[in-house]
């Protein structure tokens, strides 16, 4: 494992764990079982975002990762079994520490550049939500906690002492 890696996932069932890492332009996941044989590995375009971990779709058949493109943030699907990466969609915008609901329907990340607010994209739909306005100096960070039945917690994460 890379030593810049910051955030490995495991799998819904824990059996294998997943994580991302920047290599040139690109982005790279790997899946690694938990006795330490490897799974694949497999190269997305695009550098990942901030808070850059794959999320794990409730089912365990696929991850999701989102990395930076020139028009945006592309929201890229991988195959469990293979490796494959379908892009989903892209948005017209820098997201980042995407964290996804108990259903496995709803992707929450912070947005910003500049100023940060808090958006909800719905995989189905495809289509980007606004659920906060964009504040200067603070990101805020929806997390999903499902050992309380995928409650939502708003964290604020502040960029400077000031900002608090």
Known sequence: MPSHEITPRFSPDSRVLAYAYAKGPDAVVE????????????????????????????????????????????????????????????????????????GGDRLLCASGGGAAGLVRLSLARMRLEELTPSWPKVSPVLVFDPSEGGKAVLAFLARSREAL
């Open 31 to 102: 899946l690694i079982r938990t006795d330490g044989s490897s799974v694949w590995r497999s190269r997305v375009p695009g550098r990942p975002v901030p808070g850059w971990q794959p999320v794990w779709l409730p089912a365990g058949d696929a991850l999701l990762l989102l990395t930076r493109a020139p028009d945006g943030t592309a929201v890229w699907r991988l195959d469990r079994a293979r490796g494959d990466a379908t892009r989903l969609f892209t948005v017209d915008r820098v997201l980042a520490w995407p964290s996804l609901d108990a």
